[in-house]
């Protein structure tokens, strides 16, 4: 198939060039080349780009318990989730599944059974799907199966996170009513769950040190999430965690990127221009320098949203704008098949028309060589 007349992303500039893909083999066959017998699509008006690539992306829970104690199968959120994400331009996919101390929504047999779906779904799923394991690091009692997990390489990222509540964590975390709620607990029963949990703390560090070996070992790429300070940034770094998840200050966003590390930060938080919880706000880290990849977090259609604001606010142009929703993250999750239009890369590609830049519209995406969205297909001749 060839994709025609578009203005293309190549080499970090748009130009109008023409991509030929090998639809059997599902890669890129050659960019700028004329000719072919295959299908055409006519991308005239249109921006070419590569497919985005979520590395952190729960939305999906919304379709697994639209409300708190009304659960839906598996299988019907992640094909759900699936259609959202390829309608717009996300090609490669980790759902950011978590694996609490807490029952329910965020349980044990809940996280057992997306990862299982994951993988026996993945075929008919028109994104490719991957595992971001989000572990609860006082889940103490699970640390063995996890590790069992990335030596098995079921896990794409494995993502450190603590939200037990306290005085000495985010304060995103003390919602305990929400917590409560969520887990199907009472209030006084989930205090004393936490209770039991906070007493076995001086073993959380071991286990966070055991499961990054783990991962390493497997190159799995690990994250740490909240970071609230350089030296609990610093900790993670030297287990060789190199991807600071949202975290809390400047400072901390500051070390991690003079470090080399990837601060990855919420593309909702560009879209609507800060922090939903009045933390730092991801335009401003950009600008800084302070952030390099942008992630659906919560709501799917931010990554394509956000990286058109950055470019229409001047923050950075379109191109370098891309690559936090693109090539950065296909960079930090290890896929280096991917992220760019170039020969020989997976035909993972988006057309958008960026006519109106704060409501673009994605007319057709491809993954891996097949069309797994369209919305003009006029365009395909």
Request: net charge negative; charged share 25%.
């Amino acid at each position: 198939m060839r994709i025609q007349g578009g203005q293309t992303l190549i080499d970090g500039q748009l130009i109008e060039a023409d991509v030929r893909l090998d639809e059997a083999a599902g890669v890129i066959d050659a960019v700028g080349a004329d000719g072919g017998n295959g299908r055409a699509f006519d991308a005239r008006g249109l921006h070419v780009l590569p497919g985005i690539v979520d590395i952190h992306g729960d939305a999906f829970e919304r379709q697994l318990m639209p409300r708190p104690g009304v659960g839906f199968p598996i299988d019907v959120a992640l094909l759900d989730s699936d259609r959202q994400a390829v309608a717009n331009g996300i090609t490669t996919i980790f759902h950011g599944v978590t694996w609490s101390w807490e029952p329910g929504l965020r349980g044990a047999d809940n996280a057992r059974g997306m990862v299982t779906a994951i993988e026996a779904l993945r075929p008919a799923l028109g994104a490719d799907t991957h595992c971001h394991l989000r572990f609860e690091t006082f889940n103490l009692d699970a640390e063995t199966e996890v590790a069992d997990w990335l030596a098995q390489r079921r896990i794409g990222m494995l993502g450190f996170n603590d939200h037990m509540p306290g005085d000495n964590t985010p304060p995103r975390t003390r919602k305990v009513a929400q917590m409560a709620e969520r887990a199907g607990l009472s209030h006084e029963d989930f205090l004393a769950l936490v209770a039991r949990l906070r007493a076995r703390a001086d073993e959380v560090p071991g286990s966070i040190a055991r499961l990054a070996a783990a991962a390493n070992a497997g190159n799995v790429a690990t994250l740490s999430h909240d970071d609230m300070s350089p030296e609990q940034r610093r900790w993670f770094r030297d287990l060789d965690c190199r991807l600071a998840e949202f975290p809390t200050t400047l400072e901390t966003a500051a070390d991690a990127t003079a470090a080399g590390d990837d601060v990855v930060m919420g593309a909702p938080n560009v879209v609507r221009g800060g922090s939903h919880i009045g933390w730092i706000g991801a335009a401003d880290m950009i600008a800084r320098g302070f952030c390099t990849i942008l992630a659906s977090d919560y709501y799917y259609p931010a990554l394509l949203l956000a990286a058109l604001r950055l470019a229409a606010d001047e923050v950075v142009p379109l191109p370098a704008a891309w690559a936090y929703v693109s090539e950065n993250p296909a960079r930090a999750a290890g896929l280096r098949d991917r992220g760019v239009i170039a020969a020989g890369r997976r035909a993972d590609l988006v057309m958008i028309d960026a006519s109106d830049a704060l409501r673009p519209k994605t007319v057709a995406t491809i993954s891996n060589g097949r069309i797994v969205h369209l919305t003009e297909p006029g365009r395909l001749h």
